[in-house]
Structures are given as C-alpha cells and as structure tokens.
C-alpha cells in the first residue's frame, strides 16, 4: 500500500531567493544612499572610515542571510528567536575586533545604517517563516499533536495516495518504523535525506521539552554532551563571568550595602546545592528573604512569600540576586546556562518520588536555563516534573546556538519578570 505515493524533490523556492536577494539589494541602496548623505560620494569613492563601516554591517548581514537559509528547520526555536542573536552577536564581535585593531570607522554611519539594517533582516526572517511553512508528512495513526501550532503544513498519508508530493519531514511510530510494510516507503523517504522522525521526537523537538513517559534510562545514560562545545563552553563560562563580576561591581557593592542597612545578617547567602555528576557545592546569592529564613528546613517560595524582604522584592524579579554565582562560575561549580541547582534535600525528595530526576546532574548546573525562560518557577513536584522535562531537552540539544537562544530569552525573562518569586 505504501508504494502509491510518490515523493518529488521540493522545487527551488524563489520567493525565499528573491527575499534574499531583495535585502542585499537594500542594503546596498540603503548603504549608498547615507554615503550621499554624509560624504556626497558613491560608494566605490567613499572614504575608509565609512567602508570599515560597510564591512561591519555587511559581514554581520550577510551571515545573518546565510544563517536563515539553514535555520528553516523543524525546531521549537522560532526563526526570530534565533536571527536576532545571530545578527547581535556577529555585529558585537565585529566591534571588538575593530576595537581591537584600532581600525577608524564613521559612528555616525554604523548609528543609521545599523538599526535599519536589523530591522530589514528581521522583517526578512518573518516572511521566509511564511513562505517556507514547514510540510509534514504524517503516516496513518500517528499522534503528531496540533502541527499548525507551530506553523508547519500537515499532509496526512491516507489523504494523498496516488499523488506525488513534496515534503520536508516525514512522523511515524517506532512500530511503523520496525513495520517490514513501511520501511520500503520509509526507506526511500531516507534516501531523499528528509528526515524521518518519530511522533515522539517531533512532539518533543516542537515544544521543547521530552515527554518523561517516553523517555528511558538507556538513552540518557548514553548522553554526552559535544566534548567540543564542552570546552567552548567552559572557556566562555570563564571569560564572561571574569568581565560580568569587573563590569557589574559597582551594583554588586550597593546592593550589598542596601540588603544589609534593611536587615540584620550577611547580605551573601550561601546554601550548599546539588551540581555536576551529584557533587554539592556552596551557591551564592543576594539575601532576599529575612535572615535565617530556612533555619526550620528548605520549602519552596510562595507568591508574596512573607519571608521576602523589601529589596529581595526588587532583585528576585529581576534576577539581581542571582549575580553572586558568577563566582560559582569563575571556580567551576557553575555554568551561565544550565539546569537550576537545587538543596540537597529537595533532590532526594524529587529523586525519589519522580523517575529519571538525577539525569539533569549530566552538566553543570547554570544561574539561568532553558526551564527558566520556558517555564519560571517550579513549587511542587508537578510543576518540577514539568521542569525536568525542559532540563533534559536542554541536555539532550545542549549546543551554541541553544545557548544563545537562552541568552537572549534570559534579557526578556528579566525585562517582563517571569517566573519569579
């Protein structure tokens, strides 16, 4: 039965080339146009401050470009979520290598080209999202959840026997895929390199968190984190925390100060946590609640939690009280991102009551997390259950890019006070 249908190559997607090339073409109008502006000359006569310039915006664009025509991808990223960082983060790098070298470059050129630049990549991104809707192939049976919620087309088998089709992904059941009946189709699906995933996997990778119920022991035993991206990681860890603790003294002083004019006791709170492979550590933290706040037992924080002093009301939201642990990654204990450590009472208390818990001590634990941006904060062990799920999806796509995603969610986390307590 399975043989009825036919699989085409996609057609080239020209709207997608022609929205490339319609922002390389305004930029450089866009380019020529401030040059006019300021110099009075085109571009080719332009002095070299405002071509150091053009690089600049040029190198960050252009790899932003390249970047949208790889991220059109099934992802619970959506790809706003990932050009900005991409644009950000290849613009801030360009800066400092310019800085670096002491390479003269108009600032009034970057001030005007850089924010309309940004503004056309991401109008960009979002009409590359609607063009190249992602079709998915779903076999007959198979629970795919609601696949319009995450802007992709769904084409159901049965519906479309005797057809040829172009898709981009392929659901099935693990049975489906064991089926002698289906691997044939399966098979050829393979050879065209479209991805074949299970419902499971498709429902996991579009919402960002594994479903426990799903998941068994075998396969996070055998996770180990990029070893590459393991060392990147630490040597970021490093140098951001070392830059973060010089840049961010000032506030890190007046807050002290200020939590202990309001109260008795050391403004640094220090509570042994859980972290890398099981291993407890001594985590700081801005005071917030009175002292000796758990003196009869740890428990989480209640919403207008009476423990929670005036300016623990205006640094737990903002995450301010949190800053301290950047010594915690300086020494190694931390990562910047990462699962949320816990005391280790409550990990004893989870560890037994929930299955799989003691997986999320595969890395470092980090001061902000995937759980953090996705979900906020977690006061019973229903709700932890729900964050272990995205832990462990953290855990199982740990890479750059995900991180920087988390980075940036972080900034919007902190902004809208999500999550806290």
């Known amino acids: 039965m399975n043989d009825q249908l036919q699989i085409k190559t996609r057609p080239l997607p020209w709207l997608s080339l022609g929205v490339i090339i319609s922002v390389l073409i305004i930029h450089i109008a866009l380019f020529q146009l401030v040059a006019f502006i300021m110099e009075g000359a085109w571009l080719y006569q332009a002095s070299f401050n405002i071509v150091v310039a053009i690089a600049i915006i040029s190198v960050a664009m252009i790899l932003t470009v390249v970047a949208m025509a790889l991220l059109i991808r099934i992802t ?7 050009v900005m960082p991409i644009w950000v983060l290849c613009f801030v790098l360009e800066m400092l290598f310019v800085l ?3 390479f003269p470059y108009s600032g009034l050129f970057l001030i005007v080209t850089g924010p309309l630049s940004f503004v056309m990549i991401m109008v960009s991104a979002f009409a590359l999202t609607k063009i ?49 009946s289906w691997q044939g189709f399966l098979t050829n699906i393979a050879l065209h390199q479209i991805p074949v995933l299970t419902d499971n996997r498709y429902r996991e990778i579009t919402k960002g968190q594994v479903n426990l119920n799903d998941t068994d022991a075998v396969e996070l035993i055998q996770l180990r ?37 309001e109260s008795a006791g050391n403004p640094i709170f220090v509570q042994e946590r859980v972290g890398l492979a099981g291993r407890s550590f001594l985590m700081l933290k801005f005071r917030s609640m009175v002292n000796e706040a758990e003196k009869s ?49 409550m990990v004893d208390q989870l560890g037994a009551e929930i299955p799989l818990y003691h997986f999320r001590h595969a890395v470092r634990p980090g001061i902000t997390g995937w759980a953090q941006v996705m979900q906020g904060y977690a006061d019973d062990v229903k709700s932890t259950d729900t964050k272990l799920s995205f832990d462990l999806f953290y855990i199982k796509n740990l890479s750059l890019m995900m991180d920087i995603v988390i980075f940036f969610r972080t900034i919007r986390t902190i902004l809208t006070g999500f999550g806290a307590r």
Not at 142 to 150: F, K, L, Q, Y
Not at 242 to 261: D, F
Not at 312 to 338: A, C, H, K, T, Y
């Open 225 to 261: 984190p990029v070893r590459r991206y393991a060392l990147l990681k630490r040597l970021m860890d490093v140098v951001l925390s070392l830059l973060a603790l010089i840049m961010l003294s000032p506030l890190l002083l007046l807050v002290a100060i200020l939590i202990r004019l």
């Open 76 to 82: 619970i990223w959506r790809m706003l979520d990932q």
């Open 297 to 345: 037992g740890a428990k989480f924080a209640a919403i207008n939690d009476s423990r929670i002093t005036r300016i623990g009301r205006i640094i737990r939201p903002s995450r301010i009280d949190e800053l301290p642990q950047l010594i915690n990654v300086l020494f190694g204990q931390m990562s910047l991102i990462g699962p949320r450590p816990e005391q280790q009472a």
């Open 132 to 180: 190249n809707r992602m079709r998915i192939l779903v076999l007959d049976g198979v629970n795919a959840g609601d696949v319009s919620a995450h802007g992709h087309i769904r084409m159901d088998y049965s519906d479309l026997v005797g057809q040829a089709i172009s898709i981009d992904a392929v659901v099935a059941t693990r049975q489906q895929m064991q089926d002698p």
């Open 100 to 102: 670096l070298v002491r």
